[in-house]
């Protein structure tokens, strides 16, 4: 269930067991990709806004909305197709947007996804009741009609989404945004007084750590994939924060936390700030046995266990973060958090 004021974007329905791989392949990007788009309309910056088939052509697939090398040649395209969508990552049941008090630059780009996705969903509802039963000597299969309906479906919700989203300026989003200074419980907004997302402490813009500054804080570090973990954050503050950036150079909270992870050679750390505690989840650390690397869940973006928010404990106290729109990676104290879960990987 999403928080009050919000709503679960881009959650496409599972295909049918006996689906081609291709098609299930496509369908897994395709979901990605949307709730990507709506991440960063949500962020101000719709500019941003992936294209999948431009980012299959860019690696190789030739006339990626042509069912051929879709789902006939799958086998043939499957490494470009994997390259080609390395790092967009979907999120069960959509991602949740803030859509109570901002603007209708915003929340009609919205509405017009959620009604595109809603139509190729039917398609994927109705295509269970189409699968072939009826010869004993051929697994359970879906006629060629539908798996072409299917594929044009998929690509005709991909070319609407990003259409609405890509449609919309970054100004008129920021604009359309800032009518509350909330940019919903993924990603935080800036600080605001009397409402919005809660403030963690005066802004102030990091600065990169200097050599010595940086060697002192993993200095008592011994394990070496945590302390190239922590390594790895630090020497981004002062990189500014882009919601939907996963580095090198610009980053958002989970896209910190994943960066560094994968730097580290964990390579199995989710992408969203929720799927990071899920993941990690099982190992829940208590306040007062904080260790560098533990992952940090502010109460006030944990939303009933579905967290908006995550910052790095690098030990004496101190947290590293990429906060919200506007600010840049940095170092905070702990305390100015308030209450948190914390989790350990």
């Known amino acids: 269930m999403s928080p009050d004021g919000t709503k679960r974007l881009g959650d496409l329905h599972d295909l049918p067991g006996c689906a081609p791989a291709g098609l299930k392949v496509l369908f897994k990007a395709a979901e990605g990709v949307i709730q990507k788009q709506v991440r960063l309309l949500g962020a101000g910056t719709p500019s941003m806004a992936p294209n999948l088939s431009e980012l299959l052509r860019g690696h190789g697939v ?20 994997q390259q080609a969508t390395k790092g967009i990552e979907s999120t069960d049941h959509g991602v949740a947007m803030q859509t109570a008090g901002i603007g209708t630059a915003v929340t009609s780009a919205y ?39 299917l594929f044009n479906g998929v690509w005709d919700t991909l070319n609407a989404t990003y259409d609405e989203v890509h449609g919309v300026s970054d100004q008129a989003a920021t604009t359309a945004l800032n009518i509350t200074g909330d940019y919903g419980d993924l990603p935080p907004s800036s600080p605001t007084s009397g409402g919005g997302s809660p403030s963690y402490g005066p802004v102030s813009y990091g600065t990169p750590l200097s050599n010595s500054e940086l060697q002192a804080m993993v200095a008592n570090v011994t394990d070496a994939k945590k302390r190239k973990f922590l390594d790895t954050a630090l020497h981004q503050v002062g990189d500014p924060y882009i919601y939907g950036a996963e580095g090198p150079n610009a980053f958002d909270c989970s896209g910190l936390v994943q960066y560094s992870a994968r730097q580290a050679g ?7 700030a929720s799927e990071q505690y899920h993941a990690t989840m099982s190992h829940p650390v208590a306040p007062n046995d904080l260790q560098p690397g533990d992952l940090i869940f502010p109460d006030a973006e944990f939303n009933g266990g579905d967290p908006g928010h995550v910052m790095i404990y690098v030990g004496d106290g101190r947290v590293v973060e990429a906060p919200h729109t506007g600010d840049h990676v940095k170092v905070i104290q702990l305390a100015q958090v308030g209450g948190f879960h914390a989790t350990r990987f």
């Open 266 to 272: 964990i390579t199995d750390m989710p992408r969203t």
């Open 111 to 149: 509405s017009a996804v959620d009604t595109s996705v809603g139509e190729l969903n039917t398609k994927i509802d109705a295509s269970y009741k189409a699968v072939r039963t009826d010869d004993p000597d051929k697994s359970p299969y879906l006629p060629t009609d539908i798996v072409e309906g």
């Open 62 to 81: 030739p006339d990626p909305e042509s069912e051929s090398p879709g789902v006939d040649k799958y086998k043939a395209y499957k490494a470009e197709l």
